[in-house]
């Protein structure tokens, strides 16, 4: 059975960084894209970073860019995604996500199809 395990969340002030992890089991396949994803209360789940693991394009969210980064270490089936410089705003539960079909434009989060229980930011300001 598949199964998407994130760490790394925590509390940091604004302005500090954290690293999440991505631990995927459970398949030999690879996933065609990675996405990480968050969800504050009260509002809707957006994309925050996504990567294409064949090619390891990426995109980013408006909010993020620059002080984002998603990476992968295929040998060990990790996905991160390294948080600099952050804002109260970016205080949310994270999650990652992995998608199998291949071609999919991985920009919608309904294209994924396996998500894992998320890990908390919280960043105080």
């Known amino acids: 059975q598949v199964q998407l395990v994130e760490s790394g969340g925590g509390s940091v002030q604004a302005g500090g960084s954290l690293r999440l992890s991505c631990a995927a089991s459970?398949?030999?396949?690879?996933?065609?894209?990675m996405g990480w994803f968050r969800q504050a209360p009260g509002k809707e789940r957006e994309g925050v970073a996504r990567i294409y693991t064949a090619t390891r394009s990426t995109y980013y969210a408006d909010s993020v860019i620059g002080r984002f980064t998603i990476s992968q270490d295929n040998d060990k089936n990790m996905v991160y995604l390294q948080m600099d410089s952050l804002k109260p705003e970016d205080t949310a539960m994270y999650y990652c996500?992995?998608?199998?079909?291949?071609?999919?434009?991985?920009?919608?989060?309904?294209?994924?199809?396996?998500w894992g229980q998320g890990t908390q930011v919280t960043v105080s300001s």
């Open positions: 459970g398949t030999t396949y690879r996933s065609y894209c």
């Open positions: 996500a992995a998608n199998w079909r291949v071609g999919d434009t991985c920009d919608d989060d309904n294209d994924y199809m396996k």
